[in-house]
């Protein structure tokens, strides 16, 4: 298993996972499940996301290194919260890793390709009873913010942050750096997610 930190209105762990998912697929080792906790980062930085700010960072994305996604992202319906959404993905992991994991890439999926305001009960309801996950769920929501303090006391620099046995690497398929007026400079870097994937697969 490989757990990974992250926000799921994170537009760099949106790419990052795909990354890990295809790099996972092409080593033959789909078996390995990512437990995709919580890291979210509302809680760290005290404050919602912007959607303007959010909106860079995709562009940025976009034109660097993922021209394939975010073909319908919507910054008019970019949630305020990410907790329902992620209280959902812990929910889902409840019922198995192969749930866990499929609801965490369907939630990406619905706002950084779909458009949709994943904070919005009626979405949230439509992908739950998609792969037979409740939305309303106390446990859950705890399960979150446990997710946070756990996060924060293993040293979690960011999302997405990657665990495995005693590895771990944070945003390890992306190099980020700043340009000239402060928007990202992103370049793609396979070498450490491969390095830390075959390591970590080795051992599973």
Same mark, same amino acid.
């Given at each position: 298993? @490989?757990?990974? /930190?992250?926000?799921?209105?994170?537009?760099?762990?949106?790419?990052?996972?795909?990354?890990?998912?295809?790099?996972?697929?092409? !080593?033959?080792?789909? $078996?390995?499940?990512?437990?995709?906790? +919580?890291?979210?980062?509302?809680?760290?930085? #005290?404050?919602?996301?912007?959607?303007?700010?959010?909106?860079? &960072?995709?562009?940025?994305?976009?034109?660097?290194?993922?021209?394939?996604?975010?073909?319908?992202?919507?910054?008019? =319906?970019?949630?305020?919260?990410?907790?329902? %959404?992620?209280?959902?993905?812990? %929910?889902?992991? =409840? +019922?198995? $890793?192969?749930? #866990?994991?499929?609801?965490?890439?369907?939630?990406?999926?619905? !706002?950084?390709? $779909?458009?949709?305001?994943?904070? %919005?009960?009626?979405?949230? $309801?439509? @992908?739950?009873?998609?792969? #037979?996950?409740?939305?309303?769920?106390?446990?859950?929501?705890?399960?979150? *913010?446990?997710?946070?303090?756990?996060?924060?006391?293993?040293?979690?620099?960011?999302?997405?942050?990657? /665990?495995? #046995?005693?590895?771990?690497?944070?945003?390890?398929?992306? &190099? @980020?750096? =700043?340009?000239?007026?402060?928007?990202?400079?992103?370049?793609?870097?396979?070498?450490? *997610?491969?390095? /830390? !994937?075959?390591?970590?697969?080795?051992? %599973?």
């Amino acid at each position: 298993m @490989i757990e990974v /930190f992250a926000d799921v209105l994170c537009p760099f762990a949106h790419v990052g996972l795909r990354t890990v998912a295809a790099r996972r697929h092409a !080593l033959g080792r789909d $078996d390995v499940h990512l437990r995709v906790r +919580a890291w979210p980062l509302e809680l760290v930085n #005290g404050a919602p996301l912007d959607p303007g700010h959010t909106a860079e &960072h995709v562009a940025d994305l976009r034109a660097q290194v993922a021209p394939g996604l975010f073909a319908g992202f919507d910054a008019g =319906r970019f949630p305020r919260t990410s907790l329902p %959404a992620l209280a959902l993905a812990a %929910a889902a992991y =409840r +019922a198995g $890793d192969t749930t #866990g994991e499929a609801v965490s890439f369907a939630l990406r999926d619905a !706002l950084f390709e $779909d458009g949709q305001d994943i904070s %919005a009960p009626e979405v949230l $309801d439509a @992908i739950g009873r998609r792969f #037979g996950v409740p939305v309303e769920d106390e446990a859950a929501r705890a399960s979150v *913010l446990a997710d946070w303090e756990e996060g924060r006391s293993r040293g979690v620099k960011g999302s997405p942050h990657l /665990f495995c #046995g005693t590895d771990d690497v944070f945003c390890p398929s992306l &190099h @980020i750096t =700043r340009a000239p007026g402060g928007r990202a400079r992103v370049e793609a870097d396979r070498e450490v *997610l491969d390095r /830390f !994937l075959r390591g970590c697969l080795r051992a %599973a």
